[in-house]
Each structure stands twice: as C-alpha cells, then as structure tokens.
C-alpha cells in the first residue's frame, strides 16, 4: 500500500502563485512516475503533469510554461510549481503515483481556487 498526502492548495488573486507538495509513504516501487491530475466540477479528472524518477516531465498544453513539476526521491515528494495562475486553473489538484497495471495510487486531493 502506498499513502500520498497533498498540501500547499488555497485561494490565489489571477496572476499569483502557489506551490503544491506531495509526500509518499508505504512500499516505494522504485520505476514510478508521479504526477499531478486536477479535476473541475462537473469534468472528468485530467492530466496536468508527470514525472519519472529520472527527472523527465511531461505537461498539459494548458500549464505548459507556467508550471513546474519536480520530485526528490529521497523524499519521495514530488512538487507542483504554479505560477501566472488562471481562473480556469480552479480545480482539485490530485496527486499520483503510479508504476505498470497494478501499482496506481491517489492521493485525498487539495482545492486549489484562483479569483479576485
């Protein structure tokens, strides 16, 4: 089993900036990726950005240039850098982890709101 615990969301004015934080805990199977999906009310759950444990990251169009994924793996956190925030950009943020079929784990989620 494997625990993710989200932190860092909130309520941001348009053009801000907010940095989420995801720690895992539990059996780490060492080829992971781990990324970031949000989901809007009314929409289905959607890519936002992942990462390997070697570092290669990969975005939606939508955040492409103003956010940022990375991890420690010593920590085995991985951070999600949002800046130039848009109202489109309100969702729940989710964290994953995941590594072939079997091995896909969700994090609780945590609200992230941006409006003036």
């Known amino acids: 089993q494997v625990q993710l615990v989200e932190s860092g969301g909130g309520l941001v004015q348009p053009g801000g900036s907010l940095r989420l934080s995801c720690v895992a805990s539990?059996?780490?199977?060492?080829?992971?990726?781990m990324g970031w999906y949000r989901q809007r009310p009314g929409e289905q759950r959607e890519l936002v950005a992942t990462?390997?444990?070697?570092?290669?990251?990969n975005y939606a169009d939508s955040v492409t240039g103003r956010f940022t994924i990375s991890r420690d793996n010593v920590k085995d956190t991985v951070y999600l850098q949002m800046n130039n925030l848009k109202p489109e950009d309100t969702a729940v943020y989710y964290c994953?982890?995941?590594?072939?079929?079997?091995?896909?784990?969700w994090g609780q989620g945590t609200q992230v709101t941006v409006s003036s």
């Open positions: 994953n982890i995941k590594s072939g079929l079997t091995y896909d784990y």
């Open positions: 539990g059996y780490m199977f060492s080829m992971n990726v």
């Open positions: 990462i390997t444990r070697g570092g290669t990251a």
